[in-house]
């Protein structure tokens, strides 16, 4: 009830007050900065989240919190019994694949002979049958034994066909089942690899989160990595303002932690997809002249300057009476133009004269 009273105390105070301020003032001209707003936080350059890209049980962290870690520094070790077991019987499998290797090499061999051996035999039953094609014009050789000189040269043509297909489908095959064994390797030695995590980039790792022992999934997040000495600006920009941001424009940054004061920033990076969810665009800047301590995920605030007019006519937003009219005295309106506007103040750009009274509605 006390608390009651002295609210209502300070509200009758600040009515009386307000009664006996002026309500009008004289148009002048000021600068007026257009800007839209953002919110965002502070980020480590190269910050990411490292996630595994299998499933298993978290058997070991190899690393602190506050550690310096270098690229392809394994982070994070997974159980991975099965995994091994795989990877040794590939090994095998390919181990056998390479002993067996000589023993194909003679089939090969064997296979090679049989097909000079066919073709030689074609050649000799091609001359055979050519020398008869040549005298059995003659009479010399009957027409029973021409066909049997010329069924035993197309047979020979078949035999030594058939030899070549069959020297190149062992050579396939062999090819193929030490390209297999080798793949199989391959892919389980990966395999086995992917359940030790390690990091992609170099950095400091800001913060590990989880236990030995859990449950570890792809779409589990383990830890935190980024560089210490280097931070940017991660930024969202409604979507009603987003189509006046550019790169390249100035950021006046405020940040919690440094209260009272405003830091200046470049935009370097907008991301063009508009985040469903929140309706907001996401957006990267610089710092000009960074504050000299940082932490990743600290919260900002930030006002991206649109453009900045000097000299101009300009009006408190509570004087302008419906977007377009002004009172230039208590019971008169008139029609203006607005120009750039802030959060305080319009700019005018017809309708008005510096040195002019105007009223607040």
């Known amino acids: 009830m006390r608390q009651l009273y002295f609210c209502i105390s300070i509200s009758f105070l600040l009515f009386s007050c307000s009664k006996n301020k002026s309500n009008n003032i004289v148009v002048k ?50 159980d991975a019994d099965k995994a091994k077991l795989n990877e040794e019987n590939s090994q095998l499998l390919y181990q056998l694949s390479q002993e067996s290797n000589s ?7 064997e296979m090679e002979l049989k097909v000079q051996a066919a073709k030689d035999k ?58 297999r064994n080798a793949i199989n390797l391959k892919i389980s030695q990966k395999s086995l690899s992917d359940f030790e995590i390690k990091s992609a980039f170099s950095g400091q790792l800001f913060n590990i989160l989880v236990k030995d022992g859990s449950l570890i999934t792809t779409q589990t997040p383990l830890a935190v990595i980024g560089q210490t000495d280097a931070f940017l600006l991660e930024l969202e920009v409604d979507e009603n303002d987003m189509v006046r941001v550019t790169l390249g424009q100035k950021v006046l940054v405020t940040l919690d932690s440094y209260k009272n004061k405003v830091f200046d920033a470049v935009i370097d990076k907008i991301y063009p997809i508009m985040d469903e969810r929140s309706r ?32 101009a006519i300009t009006i408190p937003k509570q004087y302008l009476l419906s977007g377009d009219s002004v009172f230039i005295s208590k019971d008169q309106k008139r029609k203006v133009k607005i120009g750039l506007n802030d959060y305080q103040n319009v700019e005018i750009i017809q309708g008005l004269k510096v040195g002019e009274t105007i009223y607040q509605p």
């Open 122 to 179: 074609l050649a000799l039953d091609e001359s055979i049958f050519n020398r008869n094609k040549r005298i059995k014009e003659f009479k010399v050789i009957s027409e029973v034994e021409f066909e049997r000189v010329e069924l035993a040269y197309k047979s020979s043509k078949i035999n030594y066909e058939t030899a070549k297909k069959q020297l190149a489908q062992l050579k396939f095959q062999l090819r193929n089942e030490q390209n």
């Open 103 to 109: 023993f194909i090499q003679d089939k090969i061999a």
């Open 280 to 311: 907001t665009f996401k957006i990267e800047a610089h710092f000009v002249n960074p504050p000299k301590k940082l932490y990743p995920n600290l919260t900002a605030e930030a006002n991206i300057i649109i453009q900045t007019k000097k000299n």
């Open 29 to 78: 001209r000021t600068q007026i900065t257009e800007s839209v707003y953002a919110s965002g936080v502070i980020k480590a350059i190269d910050q990411y989240v490292v996630y595994s890209t299998v499933n298993g049980i978290l058997k070991e962290t190899k690393t602190t919190v506050g550690q310096q870690i270098i690229k392809g520094q394994v982070l994070f070790n997974l």
